[in-house]
């Protein structure tokens, strides 16, 4: 009996809980410790001192170690902060930034204010953690694996590496909408200048370019949408529109849309594309493939674990108002659900690892979104958490591998890389990294998936999107594991990339790694195992496998935090004690509007195949996992002679046109050139000879006039320097006497 | 007195250049100019700050007191910024020419001195015959220097600066006259004190121009639009502007983009929006629709440019399309963030051409077939080149930003949609305004990337005759390869002021705010508040009397 009324009391608690979570955004906002302030500030003292060091041209590796030391002591206060933090919410104003007012036409003061303050709550440390936490791990990885270009490069890659840290700072902590417009486009420029950090090579200055374009039309989505919380809200800092959302939470609860005002609905519709930009969703997603130009540590730190869930991060944050509009989750979800799919085809086809992995963070990211868009913001930032730790482990393994065979990125041509000498860490990281985004059972990247597709389920209408991304999952298994099986594991051969020859000039060339997909296989006839290059790889030393070690153990430990508490565990807490919070009653009603009101609590729970979905889920993905990964075993590993054949080619021409369509990426660019960029030169063509011939002929034809008739004054216009002011002189004395003979005759 | 002397004391210089030998010249500039920006930061001093609105450091003296004529200065907040902004850029201005410029000296530092003076006094005259003086004799040193010390098509560009700009400014005094005129005979004992007296104070004026008829004062925007829509310059009238860029020396670039294209937006905030509110509040859609037209399509030819800096030049054409958009929204965010922009892109783009001209003066082209991948071999002038592009793109963190958001968030909110909302102003402007007009942010991206893709990044391409070989490059002159201290002297100021006025805004904002409350609120007691209906469109002349003792109210709050 004891048992039972303590698990009695245990429910009902939480039960209580979870409405008071809700109303948490409600409770008071107290002034945070100064020192909060510093976890943007050290970031920003290590750029600017890496950027003294390439004043003083410093040709050692201190910028390294001083961007570890600035990023690590800022991860030591980002957890001193958590610590702190115990559930509330603080706001530390560092100065005030933008601050105007004016009285509008009904008598009102109106105030447009922005500090530069720094808004912490759960949701803060949850992000903050891991971005500072990966960002001091990854530093210490590029101080190895940068060390080819210590000197200039060297610092002007550290410096761009913490500007970015402090940028996602200001994005994460910033405690209003513009200060995080500030971080969103600051972490855009260290992209654009880390994507073009190979600045001699035109694909990487090509990327960069389009990244940034790319997230700019994000940018102009999340801008007006910032305009429009300034207009309705009259403020754009979150602890008053955060608050001022929550009133209409309750026309939402039972599917009165039309209570609330259209300008609200239309706020998180804006606010989305700005977040599609930046974490690389339909339409806008094709930037970040092309991002893996840049060195691999930004590709693990900025392309994958952090910058990219920044569009996450916006929709968490501002969550209330997601969900007091009637479209904007619903196609938050589709979009999610459809770009992980479309994105896992690519990366089903592509060859080069680095893509392939780049579009599984396109993939995964697509996760993250459909789990907003299904009201489980937990499991979209749950997994957002685990995401980042072996997504990252699994950039930096490409990374050492790339490193260690001069640039060699073509699955065809690398081969039992993990029987090799020095390379058991790389290929242990490896391994869990590809359990992990496969959805193995009992890893963390298995619990924060299900957590996802069972709400799917779940929440009613959402079916579909449920069944594509299992499906999708399954296609997540087969190409993590067919890069395994190909590149780690069967017989052992490589062949060097392009880099081999030119060490010393590492990646200042002009090849384009984008290209490798088209070649031809390689050639049978180097079938040795390497040696006729006369090439040694380098294994990997002290510092990448130090960091890749512990990104392996973060990994599997993240796991545990699903245990750590109920309803999604440790992250379940923060982000219920957050502005992510999804209020009980709003869940409900959720399922209630689709259930016709009356039926409310019959239909609160969708059903997956007549099971409990929370339940069966486990089972079902795991499955779908083991699927995938048994279906990359039979067709890359078993009975693989070659690096550059396996079975899987036997297959190919069954399927006809799809693979050769899905390994050109479907085409999106070229039709996005064909469609927008082709037509928008030629309109820019037009305009410059538009101008040129009409706007400036007609000019022209004026200025013809009276040159014509008054050839006769030609020797002032001749040139003569001071004809002009005696002209002009004149001009203005005879409008004087005009102006005084008027007077005269007025009075 | 610090006004007057900050006419005076560049005239003076001039003057000494002129007199003295060519070897001098440069030194007494330096002393000119530093001795003008010394004064100037003394202005700044004893400027009261904690009441930016009212028209301070004033002097004035009696120069034709039959016709009410007087020489008289006197400075708010939003002119003496200008005029720190001219302050400035006039150093600048001298260090940077000094390796550029070879030949007839006298005649160029005596020109800029002179310019400076007259640049200063546009935005100091509180009497306009003596502002429209200052501005129309900016031309002149403009015209010497553009055709004695261009490039190539250096003549045609002048004459074509000088005659077009000059053709459109003389509508402007026109209708400038005729308000005067208005003043002094038709408008009589209806509680202006300066009314049936001759007078040509812009305050004074200011009054008697609110109390005109709204059709009068359409005519009369149109008028003033003439000469300030050329100088600024606004779609369709821009067209001497590229070639004028294009051709000026460095520094007459430097000072066109920097000081002069603002003669004509400040001409708008200082003229057309409070004296015209009613015709301003009726106009304001077709100024924003223009300035739109020309953020897109100036936006969109820099995109084809293959010469540097005529895509440079083109930017400014889409810039100051942002700046009118925010005067066109006519209310406090979007003027502010017009006047910040006047400011900002006087640091960015005036660097951007400084930039150029650097490398101008090393590789002697200017187009991007023959430059290339520059960051390789001038790596500090790279760093410079992205810091100005990005200030100049709209980065946030960086001055530009701060100006374009609040261009767009005020056309945003000007809007009727909004009805009550907190953060609407109401007017003719809105979603659609704004969101057209941030196409603009996108297109900015593609050009200036485009062009630091090409120029800055890249593999290095030299024009024929600089090939990678011979170190002692001897067609640099006496410049090394990448910059010299002087150079980076020149832009290190530039580059703090862009991230200071980017990272801490606050007390500029602040020192505008007063006066843009001012002239918004005149603006809405003319032509949008509630009370008056239909506002000015209606207003019939026996109503006049009491529209007048509204706009005398407004006038009061100062």
């Known amino acids: 009996m004891t048992i039972v009324s303590d698990i009695m009391a245990s429910v009902l608690s939480a039960a209580l809980a979870a409405p008071e979570s809700a109303h948490a955004v409600a409770s008071a906002v107290e002034p945070g410790p100064w020192w909060v302030s510093l976890i943007p500030a050290l970031p920003m003292l290590a750029c600017i001192l890496c950027g003294v060091c390439a004043a003083m041209r410093v040709k050692s590796k201190l910028p390294a170690w001083i961007t570890v030391g600035c990023l690590g002591v800022s991860f030591a206060l980002t957890v001193a902060m958590f610590q702190q933090l115990a559930g509330g919410r603080s706001v530390t104003v560092a100065w005030e930034w933008i601050n105007i007012g004016w009285t509008d036409t009904h008598g009102r003061e109106q105030r447009l204010l922005a500090n530069f303050g720094f808004y912490v709550d759960s949701l803060t440390c949850l992000w903050m953690l891991f971005v500072t936490g990966l960002a001091t791990l990854i530093a210490l990885y590029a101080s190895e694996y940068m060390s080819h270009d210590v000197g200039a490069g060297y610092c002007r890659f550290f410096a761009a590496f913490s500007l970015f840290v402090f940028s996602m700072a200001c994005l994460v902590m910033g405690d209003n909408l513009i200060l995080l417009y500030l971080g969103w486009e600051g972490v855009g420029l260290c992209s654009y200048l880390l994507i073009g950090y190979f600045y001699k090579k035109p694909s990487a200055v090509a990327a960069a370019k389009k990244a940034f374009i790319m997230n700019r039309i994000g940018d102009l989505g999340l801008a007006l949408g910032v305009f429009l919380t300034f207009v309705q809200f009259g403020s754009v800092e979150y602890k008053v529109i955060l608050e001022a959302a929550q009133p209409w939470i309750a026309a939402a609860q039972a599917g009165h849309f039309s209570e609330i005002p259209a300008t609200v609905q239309l706020i998180p519709i804006l606010l989305m594309i700005g977040a599609f930009g930046k974490s690389a969703q339909l339409p806008l997603y094709v930037w970040l493939p092309d991002a893996m130009e840049g060195p691999t540590p930004v590709s693990a730190l900025i392309h994958a674990a952090t910058m990219v869930t920044a569009g996450v991060y916006l929709i968490a944050r501002t969550y209330p108002m997601f969900l007091v509009s009637e479209y904007a989750l619903p196609i938050v979800a589709w979009v999610g659900a459809l770009t992980a799919l479309v994105a896992a085809t690519i990366g089903m086809a592509q060859f080069d690892i680095k893509r392939i992995m780049a579009y599984s963070t396109v993939s995964q990211l697509g996760y993250m979104f459909a789990g907003l868009g299904v009201l489980t913001s937990t499991g979209a930032a749950f997994h957002v958490f685990t995401h980042a730790f072996f997504k990252a482990s699994l950039f930096l393994s490409c990374g050492a591998v790339m490193h260690g065979f001069a640039g060699q990125l073509d699955l065809r041509k690398l081969s039992g890389v993990g029987k090799m000498k020095g390379w058991l860490v790389v290929t242990i990281a490896m391994?869990?990294?590809?359990?992990?985004?496969?959805?193995?059972?009992?890893?963390?990247?298995?619990?924060?998936?299900?957590?996802?597709?069972?709400?799917?389920?779940?929440?009613?209408?959402?079916?579909?999107?449920?069944?594509?991304?299992?499906?999708?999952?399954?296609l997540t298994a087969y190409y993590t594991f067919r890069v395994f099986f190909r590149v780690f594991v069967g017989p052992k051969y490589f062949e060097p990339g392009d880099e081999a020859h030119a060490h010393d000039d590492h990646g200042h060339g002009d090849h384009g790694h984008g290209d490798h997909h088209d070649h031809a296989h390689a050639p049978e006839t180097d079938h040795g195992h390497g040696k006729a290059h006369e090439f040694h790889p380098h294994a990997p030393g002290w510092a990448i496998n130090l960091v890749l070690g512990t990104l392996t153990l973060c990994s599997i430990a993240a796991a545990g935090l699903y245990f750590m508490g109920d309803h999604g565990g440790w992250v379940g807490k923060m982000v219920h004690d957050s502005s992510a919070a999804i209020p009980a009653v709003a869940h409900d009603a959720a399922h209630a509007a689709d259930g016709h009101g009356e039926a409310a609590h019959a239909v609160a729970h969708g059903t997956f195949l007549g099971m409990d979905p929370h339940k069966a889920m486990y089972y079902v993905s795991g499955v779908i996992g083991f699927i995938g990964i048994g279906v990359a075993f039979f067709l890359h590993y078993l009975g693989r002679t070659t690096a550059a054949t396996a079975n899987a080619d036997k297959l190919l021409p069954m399927l006809g046109p799809i693979p050769r369509l899905a390994q050109g990426k479907w085409f999106v660019d070229e039709f996005y050139d064909l469609l927008i960029v082709k037509p928008l030169h030629l309109i820019s063509i037009v305009f410059a000879y538009v101008d040129k011939l009409l706007v400036d002929g007609l000019v022209n034809l004026f200025g013809w006039i009276p040159r014509a008739f008054g050839s006769s004054l030609r020797p002032l216009q001749g040139g003569n320097l001071h004809g002009y002011a005696v002209q002009m002189a004149g001009g203005v004395a005879v409008l004087l006497l005009i102006v005084y003979l008027a007077s005269i005759a007025g009075l | 007195m610090e006004l007057v002397l900050l006419i005076l004391v560049p005239l003076a210089f001039a003057i000494l250049i002129a007199l003295r030998p060519a070897q001098e010249s440069k030194f007494h500039a330096v002393?000119?100019?530093?001795?003008?920006?010394?004064?100037?930061?003394?202005?700044?001093?004893?400027?009261?700050?904690?009441?930016?609105?009212?028209?301070?450091?004033?002097?004035?003296w009696d120069w034709l007191p039959a016709i009410g004529l007087r020489l008289s200065v006197g400075v708010d907040s939003v002119s003496m910024m200008l005029i720190a902004l001219t302050l400035l850029l006039g150093p600048i201005c001298v260090f940077c020419s000094f390796t550029a410029i070879q030949r007839q000296e006298r005649t160029y530092y005596s020109w800029l001195l002179v310019l400076q003076a007259a640049m200063t006094g546009v935005f100091a005259s509180r009497d306009i015959v003596m502002f429209?003086?200052?501005?129309?004799?900016?031309?002149?040193?403009?015209?010497?220097?553009?055709?004695?010390?261009g490039s190539t098509n250096r003549k045609a560009a002048a004459t074509k600066f000088f005659l077009y700009t000059f053709t459109g400014s003389v509508i402007t005094l026109a209708g400038l006259i005729y308000i005067a005129w208005f003043n002094a005979t038709q408008l009589e004992s209806v509680g202006i004190e300066t009314a049936g007296r001759w007078t040509f104070d812009i305050g004074a004026l200011e009054l008697a121009a609110q109390a005109m008829p709204a059709n009068v004062q359409g005519w009369l925007l149109l008028a003033?639009?003439?000469?300030?829509?050329?100088?600024?310059?606004?779609?369709?009238v821009h067209t001497w502007l590229p070639l004028a860029h294009t051709e000026a020396p460095t520094a007459g670039s430097v000072v066109l983009a920097g000081v002069l294209l603002k003669l004509g937006t400040y001409g708008m905030f200082r003229f057309v929006l409070p004296f015209l509110p009613a015709a301003v509040v009726e106009h304001a859609p077709l100024i924003a629709t223009l300035s739109i037209i020309g953020?897109?399509?100036?936006?969109?030819?820099?995109?084809?440019?293959?010469?540097?800096?005529?895509?440079?030049?083109?930017?400014?054409?889409?810039?100051?399309?942002?700046?009118?958009?925010?005067?066109?929204?006519?209310?406090?965010?979007?003027?502010?963030?017009?006047?910040?922009?006047?400011?900002?892109?006087?640091?960015?783009?005036?660097?951007?051409?400084?930039?150029?001209?650097?490398?101008?003066?090393?590789?002697?082209?200017?187009?991007?077939?023959?430059?290339?991948?520059?960051?390789?071999?001038?790596?500090?002038?790279a760093t410079f080149m992205i810091f100005f592009t990005m200030a100049s793109v709209g980065l946030p963190g960086l001055n530009g930003f701060i100006s374009e958001f609040m261009c767009l968030l005020g056309a945003f909110q000007a809007g009727d949609a909004w009805?009550?909302?907190?953060?609407?102003?109401?007017?003719?402007?809105?979603?659609?305004?704004?969101?057209?007009?941030g196409l603009g942010m996108i297109i900015a991206a593609m050009y200036l990337l485009y062009m630091v893709g090409r120029v800055v990044w890249g593999p290095l391409v030299l024009p024929p005759g600089h090939d990678d070989h011979g170190h002692g490059d001897h067609s640099h002159g006496p410049l090394p390869t990448d910059l010299c201290e002087r150079e980076i002297f020149v832009l290190l100021p530039l580059a703090i002021l862009c991230l200071v006025l980017g990272l801490f805004p606050g007390p500029v904002i602040k020192a505008l705010e007063p006066p843009v409350n001012n002239i918004v609120e005149t603006i809405e007691a003319a032509g949008r508040r509630p009370a008056s209906p239909g506002g000015a469109h209606a207003m019939a002349t026996s109503e006049r009397e009491t529209a007048v003792a509204d706009a005398t109210a407004a006038g009061g709050d100062k």
Request: charged content about 10%.
């Open chain 1, 431 to 474: 391994l869990v990294g590809c359990l992990n985004l496969s959805g193995f059972p009992f890893t963390a990247g298995f619990f924060s998936k299900d957590m996802i597709l069972a709400e799917t389920f779940v929440t009613p209408g959402m079916a579909p999107i449920g069944w594509i991304l299992l499906l999708t999952a399954g």
């Open chain 2, 31 to 60: 002393i000119g100019t530093l001795l003008a920006a010394g004064i100037g930061v003394n202005a700044l001093g004893r400027f009261d700050w904690g009441s930016p609105a009212s028209m301070q450091l004033a002097a004035a």
């Open chain 2, 132 to 149: 429209y003086t200052c501005f129309e004799f900016t031309l002149v040193p403009m015209y010497v220097l553009i055709s004695l010390f």
């Open chain 2, 224 to 236: 003033m639009m003439c000469g300030f829509a050329i100088k600024i310059p606004l779609f369709p």
């Open chain 2, 295 to 381: 953020i897109l399509y100036g936006g969109l030819i820099c995109w084809v440019q293959t010469d540097v800096k005529k895509l440079v030049a083109y930017s400014s054409v889409a810039h100051l399309g942002f700046c009118i958009l925010g005067l066109a929204s006519l209310n406090t965010i979007g003027i502010t963030g017009s006047i910040l922009y006047m400011i900002n892109h006087g640091l960015s783009t005036g660097a951007l051409f400084l930039l150029i001209g650097m490398v101008y003066e090393r590789y002697h082209t200017r187009s991007m077939k023959e430059l290339g991948g520059l960051a390789a071999k001038m790596p500090v002038w």
């Open chain 2, 419 to 437: 009805g009550a909302l907190p953060g609407g102003t109401g007017g003719d402007l809105g979603f659609w305004y704004a969101l057209v007009a």
